[in-house]
């Protein structure tokens, strides 16, 4: 579907109707469709008012021969000139559309419905499809009010573009999350090679071609801190068979000068692995080694922990600046050198992780090396930084956040510790909080749902270091991390907003791209659980967080 272009939040329809309401943050008990105001008849709230509508509009589908359904619904006997858009969704493609106008609500309503099914009259002689699909409605009348709506087990559920706000959390929302984001990468993994590719590609509905060592490694790490929580036996018997596929991307030939780098990728066509070896591939490799080396004390994922941080060493300039990659073109090895804080923040959190496990050294002298580069680049742009390949933006900042952190478990100089701090208080003042943007609120500008994904991740870190280690005013970060996970969890695949999609099954669980691409980046699913993890401890019961609607202003 063509989308509405924006930063940092998506919404992907045709026609974007924008809701003419604003919302409010209240400490409220209940969400606004789990309030008592919903089952009392003389209420009015939009809640109430989207389920007489689909409620409504189901009723004239289902009774054709009928002018309009007997005894409308009190909040729909509403004056006003109306329009009415009704579409029928069946098996994830657009069936039937209706569009109407009408002095009163209903009769625009009933007219529109009747269009929409007029279009494929098969709809009406089958019983089934017509129970199976889902009626999508946009109204807007002559006040200016202007909504949308999507029929789902008999609610209307508030919708902006084909996104469905969510506007309460509480822990119950986010374990929820977590277990349908567990499921989804248990799909995401190849069922022969064990390793998992970057995307998968709601319409039409399929996974990529090529592993990734990369996001096999941060998959499996994810798993196992899903594991962590409560022994999972479909995670346990699926860690071995990821972790080979892993140590089978690393180059284990002496001779070359790539030696204990890791393949980048393993093309499933030609069954071969690119000649191509990232530095950040072999950084979060090590993350993941290094949590099977604790977990299984197994010597196999250390020394390959350590071939892989031997190889880092080459790449590391001694001025600190790190060099992303090496790749063959045409017979040659390229490395180009340019400078990323992604990049470089990776191999410092490596190095340093390796440095507290094996306490050799050498990967503490050239993590001290990057690290003060770091900090002299961040201090020379404010603590709010971009590089070669980006303007500042908040991945790369949060990356000098997550590195310094690990550095500082080795090194708890001030300056470090200050560094990230600076560049903290860089990322909660460009959070978006305006509550009445429901799409945006809590999400950063120029991310989208990886990126919004890690920076949550990485603030959760720096609220547990903060925690922990008394730095003081650590609620900040948690009311941040709670205001990004409402944003993640509206940007996720539920049954709900894919109404679109021939094969929702396969989407659900993970986070929508972006605003233009139906899809699902792997990372963006394991920063959404990382981060859901690890705030769960500090997260009290009940509501978290509340955004009410306005009322629909009705005279």
């Known amino acids: 579907m063509p989308r509405k272009i924006?930063?940092?939040?998506?919404?992907?329809s045709t026609a974007v109707l924008i809701i003419v309401a604003s919302c409010l943050i209240l400490p409220l008990r209940s969400s606004c469709s789990q309030r008592n105001a919903e089952d009392q008849a003389d209420s009015f709230t939009p809640q109430i008012f989207r389920n007489q509508v689909v409620e409504f509009?189901?009723?004239?589908?289902?009774?054709?021969?009928?002018?309009?359904?007997?005894?409308?619904p009190k909040a729909l006997d509403w004056g006003e000139d109306w329009r009415a858009v009704v579409e029928f969704y069946e098996g994830g493609f657009l069936r039937g559309k209706g569009d109407a106008e009408a002095p009163e609500l209903t009769k625009a309503l009933g007219e529109a419905t009747r269009q929409a099914l007029e279009i494929q009259t098969g709809i009406r002689s089958e019983p089934n499809l017509l129970r199976q699909g889902r009626f999508k409605v946009s109204l807007t009348n002559s006040s200016g009010l202007s909504l949308s709506m999507i029929e789902y087990n008999g609610q209307g559920k508030e919708l902006l573009g084909d996104i469905v706000p969510i506007r309460y959390v509480d822990k119950s929302l986010i374990f929820e999350k977590i277990q349908a984001g567990k499921q989804y990468l248990l799909r995401a993994m190849h069922p022969v090679k064990y390793g998992f590719p970057k995307k998968y590609k709601a319409i039409p509905g399929a996974f990529e071609k090529?592993?990734?060592?990369?996001?096999?490694?941060?998959?499996?790490?994810?798993?196992?801190?899903?594991?962590?929580?409560?022994?999972?036996?479909?995670?346990?018997?699926?860690?071995?068979?990821?972790?080979?596929?892993?140590?089978?991307?690393?180059?284990?030939?002496?001779n070359e000068t790539t030696y204990g780098a890791f393949h980048y990728s393993y093309d499933l066509e030609t069954d071969t692995k690119e000649p191509r070896f990232v530095?950040?591939?072999?950084?979060?490799?090590?993350?993941?080694?290094?949590?099977?080396?604790?977990?299984?004390?197994?010597?196999?994922?250390?020394?390959?922990?350590?071939?892989?941080?031997?190889?880092?060493?080459?790449?590391?300039?001694?001025?600190?600046?790190?060099?992303?990659?090496?790749?063959?073109?045409?017979?040659?090895?390229?490395?180009?050198?340019?400078?990323?804080?992604?990049?470089?923040?990776?191999?410092?959190?490596?190095?340093?992780?390796?440095?507290?496990?094996?306490?050799?050294?050498?990967?503490?002298?050239?993590?001290?090396?990057?690290a003060q580069q770091i900090v002299a680049k961040a201090s020379a742009q404010n603590y709010y930084v971009g590089d070669d390949f980006r303007p500042p933006n908040p991945v790369s900042t949060s990356w000098v956040m997550m590195s310094l952190l690990d550095f500082t478990k080795v090194n708890s100089e001030e300056l470090y510790r200050q560094t990230i701090l600076n560049a903290s208080e860089k990322i909660l003042e460009r959070q978006r909080n305006d509550p009445f943007d429901i799409l945006s609120y809590g999400g950063w500008e120029y991310c989208w749902a990886s990126g919004n994904g890690w920076v949550n991740e990485v603030l959760t870190e720096v609220h547990q270091t903060c925690t922990e280690n008394g730095w003081g005013s650590c609620e900040r970060f948690k009311t941040a991390v709670v205001k990004i996970i409402r944003w993640l969890i509206q940007n996720t695949y539920t049954e709900?907003?894919?109404?679109?999609?021939?094969?929702?099954?396969?989407?659900?669980?993970?986070?929508?791209?972006?605003?233009?691409?139906?899809?699902?980046?792997?990372?963006?699913?394991?920063?959404?659980?990382?981060?859901?993890?690890?705030?769960?401890?500090?997260l009290e019961d009940g509501p978290l967080l509340t955004v009410e609607e306005k009322p629909l202003g009705r005279n």
């Open 57 to 72: 509009v189901r009723k004239t589908a289902e009774h054709p021969l009928l002018a309009k359904p007997t005894n409308p």
């Open 210 to 254: 090529r592993l990734r060592t990369i996001y096999s490694a941060s998959t499996l790490l994810t798993l196992m801190k899903i594991n962590d929580r409560g022994r999972d036996l479909e995670i346990e018997k699926r860690i071995p068979l990821i972790a080979n596929f892993i140590l089978s991307m690393q180059n284990l030939n002496p």
């Open 6 to 12: 924006t930063f940092c939040f998506t919404t992907r």
């Open 496 to 538: 709900e907003n894919t109404f679109f999609l021939a094969h929702p099954e396969g989407a659900i669980g993970g986070l929508i791209l972006n605003p233009y691409k139906e899809a699902v980046r792997t990372d963006a699913v394991c920063h959404g659980i990382n981060g859901y993890l690890a705030i769960l401890p500090y």
């Open 279 to 370: 530095v950040g591939t072999a950084s979060k490799t090590i993350f993941t080694l290094l949590e099977l080396d604790r977990r299984t004390q197994d010597p196999i994922y250390l020394e390959a922990a350590k071939r892989a941080g031997d190889w880092l060493l080459t790449m590391v300039r001694p001025d600190g600046m790190v060099m992303s990659q090496t790749y063959l073109k045409e017979g040659t090895w390229i490395s180009p050198e340019k400078y990323s804080f992604l990049y470089n923040g990776q191999v410092l959190s490596a190095l340093s992780r390796l440095f507290r496990v094996t306490q050799d050294k050498k990967y503490y002298d050239a993590a001290q090396r990057i």
